[in-house]
Structure formats: structure tokens, C-alpha cells
């Protein structure tokens, strides 16, 4: 029995290389500060939860192809896309989420740009009182500024490759 159970508990992540835990952890507090910075500069809702997800991506797992900068917008991109049509197509209707999240996903796998966090874009603008056209910019602006401040972070020591190059 205890065999069956060790994949279900062994670490598979490697460990972090020296300082990059850290590093890592400061990259997300200049990100998601500069977006909270942008939200109370301007009004607009930009501190959204799936920001927090792509944070990971971005600054734990750089080399990652879901935190590459095509992924994190295109991939925001394609589920407010998929979460608009859903809701003109099956207004005030409790399963149009979930039909929005399987475009959205299907959508993202067709284009190569995958981005999980952006999966919960859908559920967000068909269940929040936001207006539409208010969510999508913010998420633009948002998963932007993210990419950027990554770009930037990753050149200093110890240097990481971001964004990956072809």
C-alpha cells in the first residue's frame, strides 16, 4: 500500500538554486505592488486573484512555457474573449461559466498560448458584477505590467533567462 501511495507524496520539484527562493518571493512583491500601485493611480480593479497564479509562473518559474509573455496576455486575452462570447451567447445562464472555462482552455491549446491562471477569467466576469469591458482592460493592463516588471527583474543576480529565446 505504501508503495502506491509515494507518488502522491514524493517532491518531484527540484530544489531552488541558492537565493532564487528569495528572489523569487521579492520579484512577486514588485510586481503585485506595481499593479496595486496602477489600481489606486487609476480606479480600476487590477489586484484580481489569477494575478496572484501568474506571479508564481512569472517569478518562480521563469523558463516555464505558461509564464512566457506571448502565454500570460495572449492566454489572458483569449479567456475574456471566450468569456465575452459565452455570455452573449447564453446570457444570465448559470452554466455559461463553465462553457466559457472549456472554450477558453480549448482556445488556448489551439493557439499555444496557455496560461492557467487566465482559466479563471471566465468564472470572474460571468459571476461578478464588473463590467465587462472594465475586467478586460484591467486584465490587460494588469497581466502587461506583470510581464513587464518579470522582464526586468529576472536580469538581475542571479540572473535568469526571461523571456525565453526562440
Same mark, same amino acid.
Given at each position: 500500500m505504501r508503495r502506491h501511495l509515494l507518488p502522491f507524496v514524493t517532491r518531484h520539484e527540484p530544489r531552488a538554486a541558492s537565493g532564487l527562493a528569495l528572489k523569487s518571493g521579492i520579484g512577486a512583491i514588485l510586481g503585485m505592488s506595481l499593479?496595486?500601485?496602477?489600481?489606486?493611480?487609476?480606479?480600476?480593479?487590477l489586484l484580481i486573484a489569477p494575478f496572484g497564479a501568474t506571479a508564481v509562473l512569472l517569478f518562480a518559474v521563469p523558463a516555464s512555457p505558461l509564464a512566457q509573455p506571448m502565454n500570460v496576455v495572449g492566454g489572458y486575452a483569449i479567456a475574456i474573449a471566450a468569456a465575452t462570447a459565452a455570455a452573449i451567447w447564453f446570457p444570465g445562464m448559470w452554466w455559461a461559466a463553465g462553457i466559457a472555462v472549456g472554450l477558453a482552455i480549448a482556445a488556448m491549446l489551439a493557439f499555444r498560448l496557455t496560461h492557467p491562471p487566465a482559466g479563471a477569467i471566465p468564472l470572474l466576469t460571468l459571476t461578478s458584477a464588473m463590467?465587462? %469591458?472594465?475586467l478586460a482592460f484591467s486584465t490587460v493592463l494588469g497581466s502587461v505590467s506583470l510581464v513587464a516588471v518579470a522582464a526586468l527583474?529576472?536580469?538581475?543576480?542571479?540572473?535568469? %533567462?526571461?523571456?525565453?529565446?526562440?
Open positions: 499593479v496595486g500601485g496602477l489600481a489606486t493611480l487609476t480606479g480600476l480593479p463590467p465587462l %469591458e472594465t527583474h529576472h536580469r538581475l543576480p542571479p540572473k535568469q %533567462e526571461y523571456p525565453k529565446r526562440p
